[in-house]
């Protein structure tokens, strides 16, 4: 059961450019409601 990450870039508060791997915690609170869609786009099954 291998999964494959592929980190999609969101919106974030601070900064021009896309910062990747930065907790979840981020994600939640720059995307809010959509951060499960987020993060279910960015698992391969």
């Not at 910062?19 to 809010?32: A, K, R």
């Amino acid at each position: 059961n291998n999964k494959i990450y592929n980190g999609i870039a969101y919106v974030q508060n601070f900064g021009n450019t896309f910062v990747p791997n930065l907790s979840v915690v981020d994600l939640l609170f720059c995307e809010g409601t959509r951060a499960r869609s987020i993060l279910e786009q960015s698992i391969n099954w």
